[in-house]
């Protein structure tokens, strides 16, 4: 009977260890293909394009200076009646134009000591802007703009706050051919990198669309925007 039961017991001890053996082997086998399957490579594409753009900020900014301060609205005024006339010559609608007040300085209210008086007493700045989608025409205005000076305009003001500033706003229109062309380029990044490994190119693990940036073509033609974007992708590798 001992005998019996030594040897049933012999029996399942082998049966446990032939068991857990196999597994171990399914399992490394396993291990292997997941490890396989999970080969990847993580590329970037790039896609750019060169627009225009459709839409100008243009503020123009001008200065009178004078002792008597009613004198000194009218000449605005006047001023302000003479930028209009030009634009509106220029081909610029009146709703694409508009008027701030005047800003008026007292200099004799920010003198100190006994500093000499200065030659007049107020100054005023009056900011016109146009807003326009149509480039050329401004940019036209902007180059005749000497007229103006011609009829006695001093501009002036905070250059940097009165900067013209073009913007592009058709980011939409080109949003989904520019995704499809940065993914294009990843997917000929990655296909390089697989046959210089002597790999295949599988399916997208995962992707990045990355942001949309817009930035001036240079510094001399702001009007010309450069819009770019780089997706990040990641492939799977296979043998």
């Known amino acids: 009977m001992q005998k019996m039961i030594n040897s049933n017991n012999n029996l399942l001890a082998i049966g446990v260890f032939l068991g857990l053996t196999l597994l171990g082997y399914l399992l490394g086998n396993a291990a292997i293909r997941v490890k396989e399957y999970e ?33 000194l609205y009218l000449d605005m005024e006047k001023g302000v009646e003479k930028v209009r006339a030009y634009l509106t010559l220029k081909g610029i609608s009146e709703q694409e134009i508009s008027f701030g007040a005047p800003s008026v300085t007292d200099k004799s209210a920010q003198q100190w000591g006994g500093g000499e008086r200065a030659e007049f007493r107020y100054t005023a700045t009056q900011v016109v802007t146009v807003y326009s989608g ?28 009165h900067m013209t500033e073009y913007q592009f706003n058709g980011l939409n229109q080109i949003k989904p051919a520019m995704i499809e062309e940065a993914t294009i380029n990843a997917r000929a990044v990655a296909e390089k990198f697989a046959r210089d490994s002597n790999s295949e190119v599988g399916k997208i693990r995962q992707a990045s669309q990355g942001q949309f940036s817009i930035s001036d073509r240079d510094k001399n033609n702001p009007h010309i925007k450069n819009v770019r974007v780089v997706s990040t992708i990641e492939y799977y590798l296979a043998d």
């Not at 896609?47 to 753009?53: D, K």
């Open 39 to 71: 080969r990847t490579v993580t590329v970037k594409g790039l896609s750019e394009r060169e627009v225009m753009a459709d839409v100008v900020i243009w503020p123009i900014a001008f200065t009178q200076a004078g002792n008597d301060l009613e004198q």
């Open 134 to 161: 149509e480039i050329d025409t401004v940019r036209s205005a902007m180059q005749d703009l000497v007229e103006l000076g011609k009829q006695g305009l001093v501009f002036g003001g905070n250059q940097y706050e």
